[in-house]
């Protein structure tokens, strides 16, 4: 699958993995915690930038953990509307950018957000695409956390893809649902080469919480 494909496939996904069904559960354990490393880090006036905001489901914890400098960008023009109903008062008071990835943050100053993450998002970028690490380190000045599924790769036991299933260690790719792909990546390996010492990190049910700060 080429990067466009990829990338299509997110701005126009509905049901499963759609805002609609991120807004329907709402703030989860994966909230907390990254709500938890940003509490130990950074003051409540950071400036916070979500890669993947969806419909704002973390930002709306942080919001309401006192955090009011809040950033999102998302692909799925739905989700803007969808937070609008959801979370209103984050829709209002936050900046939100629809569009993908690659093409929002090389727009960022240096240093741009006192912090950066990710939940389950940078794994769906294409190997094309992965400049955009590059970028990620340069706009953050403070803290990036990943939240991300890395399938065994950079961890000695097998994880769980996003149906449950084990993946072996030595699979790159997986396609959900048979859908759309999640790479596999070690994110420790990924950070550290461009600078960032990784400061914690959490195993969880699928996904690795790693984080990161500059050197």
Request: glycine share 6%.
């Amino acid at each position: 699958m080429d990067p466009n494909s990829v990338r299509q496939q997110w701005a126009e996904r509905s049901g499963e993995y759609s805002p609609d069904y991120y807004a329907y559960y709402g703030p989860n354990e994966t909230s907390e915690l990254i709500r938890a490393r940003l509490d130990a880090a950074v003051a409540p006036d950071a400036s916070i930038l979500e890669l993947g905001c969806s419909s704002g489901r973390h930002l709306a914890h942080l919001r309401e953990a006192g955090y009011k400098n809040l950033h999102g960008i998302e692909i799925n023009d739905e989700a803007l509307s969808v937070m609008e109903d959801t979370y209103p008062t984050l829709a209002e008071e936050g900046t939100f950018h629809i569009d993908s990835i690659e093409n929002t943050v090389p727009e960022f100053d240096d240093g741009r957000f006192d912090a950066v993450f990710s939940v389950e998002t940078l794994q769906h970028l294409h190997p094309d695409d992965e400049w955009v690490f590059d970028e990620l380190s340069r706009i953050t000045d403070d803290l990036l956390i990943t939240v991300e599924n890395e399938g065994g790769n950079g961890e000695e036991d097998e994880a769980e893809d996003e149906n449950g299933d084990e993946e072996p260690d030595e699979t790159d790719v997986n396609y959900v649902r048979d859908e759309f792909p999640l790479y596999y990546r070690n994110w420790n390996r990924i950070f550290t080469e461009r600078g960032f010492v990784e400061v914690d990190s959490e195993p969880l049910d699928r996904d690795t919480l790693r984080v990161f700060r500059p050197n």
